[in-house]
């Protein structure tokens, strides 16, 4: 067995065996052993109050060079994907969220007044940026480095088309204080085979002024990944819990999807199983290379790769493989949260046409995909069907194992802490465990939501830990409901429950919004616009067979500064808050 083999597998041996450590809960009963028949996520009751907290400006996609300030009503009207506050010893730290729409600006949002401000427009500086090839292209994520508050870095990924016309080289003709002296370009990283369409683009930034709203400083790009369609470079993050000195401190996490290849049959469906290739990957770098020098340096000389010591990245010394990779076997693992309490890192990965993941980051671990989804075999050589929606259904394989090019020994992938099927919804979205002060009851539960639906679920946190990766073995989701008080509703003066699809619709209405005529919302999407049943006669409903009225509420969950949770909707443009917990959950059995 090889000394990267034997790291691998102490990695998982560890994840399994870290609830027992931990004295977590019981793992919660084998319950999605195939594809479901019904609903199985329902309402416990527990009811959270909603609130509007801010209008972004409106938005449409947009591509470098359409600087247009038209809105297409038929549209999405703002592309609100993520707020990140700054680190809390950042002098305005607590007045202040930078905001992200991935149509391409960057705002910073004054949280007294309310008022958006333009930071960074990135189609005034990046001539082939890119938002309207898809729901996942543009500004995709912001993260800010640990020493931010002294050093003013911090790091955004965003998309770019190639085959627009022109340089790529970023300009700064309407942004003056952008200093581009010495800016290049990376060569681009492409997976083995398969064809590249799209580039993922990570920029460091370095502000030398943040207590201003202005940027007023450097840019410098670290890597660029090119991929087929969909599914880019996706969130980023430090690990909170490193401290300066320690073996983690300065190490950038990277979730990566797999440019849509893995749902693809031909012979670039393995892409995600594959080490030679970034896709479908957790990558772990060190940005900073004067840090840990002794590590080994990128082939662009960019950044470092974590290579020695006594945490070095798990494949580093596997010939055929990329260093960088952490983490392998995702589809879509678009946004990241970690727990501090539990020294937990959690992965939001969006299935393909049947299970939503949650996933809990391991060392080395293979998490199955393009091979395995939720708890089941996958065959993408038959439109994405599982094992069990196969005609006839094939039985899960005797032996769990996966064989991985580069490793000697097959690999037991690891399984989803929480998962649901699309008889739920589509598209899973963000997520953050809540540690806040305004829903005491909530502490130690990972809230998150279906993107397109709107539904929003909880899941323990607990529960989810003890469930060791293994297969059945998720913990129970459950969903919560929304108490809303309507600025358009007269007959209501007080809140009340509301679907938030609901919620997104109506405020897409009152701004002007005006959908297809088979639709309320704009988009289309098999949970909402699709139908239920073979014979195509019953229109797409909820669990209580209420019909959702067509397109996609496009929702998602942020964490602000103060721990407290947002929601925001791309649909009808809004941020809001929960603001109390109306009725909390059920005593745990």
């Keep these: 067995m090889s000394s990267t083999q034997s790291i691998v597998m102490r990695s998982a041996k560890m994840f399994v065996g870290f609830c027992l450590l931990a004295g977590c809960l019981a793992a919660a009963p084998a319950a999605f052993a195939q594809y479901p028949t019904q609903y199985q996520v329902s309402k416990d009751g527990t009811t959270v109050m909603l609130e509007d907290y801010a209008n972004p400006p409106l938005s449409n996609a947009t ?28 002098p305005l730290a607590a007045s202040r969220i930078f905001v992200d729409d991935q149509s391409g600006t960057l705002y910073i949002l004054d949280t007294k007044t309310k008022n958006f401000t333009p930071y960074l427009k990135f189609t005034d500086i990046f001539p082939k940026f890119a938002s309207d090839k898809g729901n996942a292209t543009g500004i995709v994520s912001i993260t800010f480095d640990p020493g931010y508050a002294k050093n003013g870095k911090f790091y955004t990924v965003h998309v770019e088309n190639p085959e627009l016309p022109g340089s790529a080289n970023p300009v700064n003709t309407q942004l003056p204080g952008l200093n581009l002296t010495g800016y290049a370009l990376t060569d681009r990283i492409d997976p083995p085979s398969g064809p590249v369409h799209l580039e993922s ?27 087929d369609r969909n599914h880019p470079m996706d969130d980023t993050i430090f690990n909170p819990l490193a401290k300066p000195g320690s073996s983690d401190y300065g190490n950038l996490y ?44 990128s082939p662009n000389g960019r950044y470092r790769i974590p290579s020695t010591g006594s945490d070095p990245n798990p494949f580093v010394n596997v010939a055929t493989a990329r260093g960088e990779i952490y983490a392998y076997g995702l589809r879509h693992p678009h946004r990241f949260d970690w727990d501090t309490n539990t020294k937990t890192l959690l992965i939001i990965d969006i299935g393909l046409h049947y299970w939503e993941e949650i996933d809990i980051v391991a060392k080395g671990a293979n998490y199955g995909y393009p091979e395995r989804e939720g708890n089941e075999q996958l065959f993408v050589d038959d439109a994405g069907k599982t094992g ?71 899941v323990d946190l607990a529960q989810m830990l003890a469930t060791g990766g293994q297969r059945n073995h998720q913990a129970p989701i459950h969903e919560l409901q929304v108490m809303y008080k309507s600025p358009y509703d007269t007959a209501n003066q007080t809140a009340v429950k509301r679907r938030m699809f609901d919620v997104v619709a109506e405020t897409y209405a009152h701004k002007g919004g005006t959908p297809a005529q088979d639709r309320v919302l704009p988009g289309a999407a098999a949970a909402t616009t699709g139908w239920k049943d073979t014979d195509h006669k019953q229109p797409k409903t909820d669990a209580e067979g209420v019909p959702y009225g067509g397109g996609r509420a496009d929702v998602r969950i942020a964490m602000g500064g103060d721990g407290e949770v947002y929601v925001l909707s791309k649909s009808d443009g809004m941020i809001r808050k929960m603001t109390a917990l109306v009725t909390p959950p059920p005593a745990a059995k």
Aim: glycine share 10%; charged share 20%; no cysteine.
């Design 388 to 458: 069990s929606l196969k005609t006839p259904p094939v039985a899960f394989p005797d032996r769990d194992l996966l064989q991985v090019a580069g490793l000697n020994e097959p690999v037991v992938p690891i399984y989803p802490a929480a998962v649901y099927s699309h008889w739920e919804g589509d598209s899973i979205g963000s997520g953050f465990v809540y540690r806040g002060k305004l829903m005491p009851q909530m502490r130690g539960k990972f809230i998150f939501n279906d993107m397109t639906t709107g539904r929003i679920f909880y």
């Design 63 to 90: 591509h470098s060079g359409a600087n247009t300030t038209a809105i297409d009503y038929k549209a999405q009207l703002g592309r609100v994907t993520s707020m990140r506050s700054e680190p809390a010893n950042a």
């Design 254 to 297: 990277i979730g990566v999807g797999d440019g849509a290849q893995g749902e693809t049959p031909g012979p670039t469906h393995t892409l995600p199983q594959q080490l030679d290739t970034l896709l479908g990957k957790v990558l772990r770098i060190t940005p900073d290379i004067n840090l840990r020098p002794k590590d080994k340096l």
């Design 201 to 227: 683009v990570l920029v460091e930034w370095t502000d030398t002024n943040i207590r201003n709203a202005t940027f007023e400083g450097t840019a410098r790009e670290l890597m660029r990944v090119g991929y």
